[in-house]
């Protein structure tokens, strides 16, 4: 067997403990001895007078918070590591986003659930296991998703202009390139995860207006030289609130007469500050900006005729049109 070296022994000691004990589990240190010799597959000889030393040294150290347990004299004190910088409780709030995201393949779900579970303890990890199934549904660009997520950050941080390519899929599920396969550049603003999905929101230097784009669908995505201003009051929260289902379109000042059952929808959709007043005894009438759409007429219909359209005018069109269609297919003529 060979010797460690005081300051790897250290180490090792705090490996043990970081692993091995919480508030809910605590060692001797004969315990940790046993453990330290574990993991180092007993190729080293350790005592135990020097591991008493070495955590001797950790209770007066200020760099590691170590509870020492000793409720009377003469009996072993009982050690244990708790100043962990997530709690359970946050750590399965973040399994449960990993688990629950379409971007992230299956294989990188189990890896990245794999790795939070080693910011606790075996033991507290144990009571992690995951409790949402992972589907392999997961987009087919997912593998490089995450990369280009990366360079999409690096890029809004030093408010660097991005050069790449866009495209989507035909009905023959071919992915076909927009601008006649030639790059764009833009300005990024912010990245939003939505729906399941990364959405990048930024300007084309051309628009005066933004627009967000589905990060799974840029390619080739590369930062250039070129750097640009933020805009001004610029508000990300406020922008998701007025796009419906991640459609672009024209931003129009918008007036809906809702049934008062549809309240907590509204409160859900645009927070509690959004302007509404009532309207008779069983109606109310919201006030606010929105991205006209058709994500907006789709999610307009979901209501049917617990909500309607005031103004604008063309939107109220809109949904006049979409509904007449939508009559005309289950009312029409029976097909084939």
């Known amino acids: 067997m060979g010797d460690l070296r005081k300051s790897e022994r250290i180490l090792g000691l705090i490996d043990v403990l970081h692993k091995y004990t919480d508030e809910d589990h605590e060692l001797t240190a004969r315990e940790i001895l046993d453990l330290l010799h574990e993991e180092l597959e007993d190729k080293v000889e350790i005592h135990e007078s020097a591991i008493k030393r070495d955590l001797k040294e950790l209770e007066d150290s200020s760099y590691i918070e170590l509870m020492v347990h000793n409720e009377k004299d003469g009996l072993p004190k009982y050690y244990s590591y708790q100043d962990r910088l997530f709690e359970i409780q946050e750590l399965r709030l973040l399994m449960d986003a990993i688990s629950s995201a379409r971007f992230i393949t299956k294989k990188d779900k189990e890896n990245l659930l794999g790795k939070i579970k080693q910011l606790t303890s075996k033991s507290l990890a144990s009571h992690l296991e995951n409790q949402i199934h992972i589907e392999e549904y997961a987009i087919h660009e997912a593998k490089r998703v995450k990369y280009t997520v990366f360079t ?17 899929y035909n009905i023959d599920k071919e992915f076909v390139l927009s601008n006649d396969g030639e790059p764009r550049e833009l300005e990024p603003y ?25 990060v799974d669908r840029m390619l080739d995505v590369e930062l250039t030289d070129q750097t640009f201003r933020l805009e001004e009051h610029f508000d990300i929260s406020a922008y ?32 509690k500050d959004v302007s509404i007043e009532k309207d008779g005894e069983d109606r109310f009438i919201l006030r606010t900006k929105a991205i006209i ?9 979901n209501w049917g005729s617990d909500a309607e359209v005031i103004d604008p005018p063309e939107l109220r069109d809109q949904i006049k049109e979409a509904s007449k269609k939508l009559y005309e297919l289950y009312h029409g003529e029976e097909g084939p």
């Open 240 to 271: 998701v609130k007025r796009v419906f289902q991640m459609f672009t379109g024209v931003e129009k000042d918008l007036k809906v007469r809702f049934k008062n059952g549809l309240i907590n929808v509204i409160i859900d959709r645009f927070g």
């Open 293 to 301: 759409s058709d994500g907006l007429v789709g999610w307009m219909l």
């Open 152 to 168: 999409l950050h690096h890029a809004i941080h030093e408010k660097r202009v991005i050069r790449f390519n866009y495209g989507r």
């Open 190 to 214: 912010a990245l939003v995860w939505n729906n399941d999905y990364y959405y990048l929101i930024g300007k084309f230097e051309d628009m005066q207006n933004l627009l967000h784009l589905r």
